[in-house]
């Protein structure tokens, strides 16, 4: 869960080791809130094992011992409830488990999906956000930024773009910290821009149409072009044509990735005044491959633009441009 905090003079959650933690000590050493102690001792039964007078909860260090496991597991995407059962047996613990079913608050509906995405997830809406950003660390760490992207972050963000969707505004600070992290750790793995070679292709431009905001895909993008050592100059959100049109003739780049999220802000001629920009001397100009992505583009075919299906799709593509000089 992240670096223990440290305790500085004076805070509560600096006790002598063996001695009983109050509640919140205990959600500051761990990285949650005291909410969620208290849900997963009225949930799954993983309360103190005594309590002082007047109720109030006591944790000796076997209760944090559960909770610890029980913070790893669900970390690592295990359903709360094996979680516990699995967590009180590794503690040697005999408490018995609430009977019945019982549904976390604040599920995510993911699907089939990776484990990864199911611990993202709830991490993300417990707004953990060491968790979330250690996930999200070890899954491009472990499957690299095309995989990761795919199958762990894309999910994800589905999923909490439909909860926030069908819960009005509920979800979306969920949402907000989830993107915030998942571009963080996208820009922490993309390796320095690769110098231009003069006699080499140009690089890859990766703009958004203007009024597209969503930059997350094209981060991904530019990763994982990083990790294959292809040149690539972000843009990022809202790049106006002149600006899109000034860059292609400056950079004379092999390829323009251009995203648009809705259909409102896909412009087909945009994307033709882009693949017509010339560099270049004369007797000797060059034009972009252009390559449409996002879900704005769907339904909209166009000769000589093609339309990736999907990050590694969009990855082929590029590498056979820039390493081999063939069209898709």
């Not at 993107?179 to 963080?184: G, N």
């Not at 072009?225 to 003739?249: I, K, N, S, Y």
């Amino acid at each position: 869960m992240g670096e223990p905090r440290k305790a500085g003079r004076g805070d509560p959650g600096e006790q002598p080791p063996g001695t009983a933690l109050t509640t919140g000590a205990l959600a500051r050493r761990l990285g949650v809130s005291p909410t969620t102690l208290r849900s997963w001792d009225r949930r799954y039964g993983l309360g103190p094992a005594v309590r002082s007078e007047g109720r109030h909860r006591r944790w000796t260090p076997r209760d944090v011992a559960v909770l610890e496991a029980m913070c790893r597991l669900t970390s690592a995407g295990v359903p709360p409830a094996e979680a516990a059962r699995a967590a009180r047996v590794g503690a040697g613990t005999s408490v018995p488990a609430p009977s019945g079913r019982s549904r976390a608050a604040g599920a995510l509906p993911l699907g089939d999906v990776r484990r990864e995405a199911r611990g993202l997830a709830r991490a993300a809406v417990r707004l953990d956000a060491p968790a979330v950003e250690a996930q999200l660390t070890e899954a491009v760490e472990r499957h690299g930024p095309a995989v990761a992207w795919q199958e762990v972050m894309v999910p994800t963000l589905h999923a909490v773009g439909r909860k926030w969707a069908s819960s009005g505004d509920r979800y979306v600070e969920v949402e907000h910290l989830l993107s915030w992290h998942v571009a963080t750790v996208l820009r922490r793995c993309t390796p320095p821009p690769v110098p231009l070679e003069t006699a080499a292709p140009g690089p890859v431009l990766l703009a958004c149409v203007p009024g597209e905001q969503h930059t997350l895909a094209l981060e991904a993008l530019n990763a994982g072009l990083g990790q294959l050592r292809l040149p690539a100059r972000m843009f990022g959100g809202a790049v106006p044509a002149e600006a899109m049109t000034a860059a292609v003739r400056r950079l004379g780049p092999a390829a323009v990735v251009l995203w648009a999220q809705a259909r409102s802000t896909a412009s087909l001629p945009l994307a033709r005044q882009i693949a017509a920009t010339q560099w270049g001397v004369k007797g000797a100009r060059g034009e972009p491959l252009v390559l449409l992505g996002g879900p704005g583009w769907a339904g909209r075919t166009v000769p000589g633009m093609p339309r990736p299906s999907g990050l590694q799709d969009a990855l082929d593509m590029l590498s056979r441009v820039y390493r081999q000089g063939e069209l898709p």
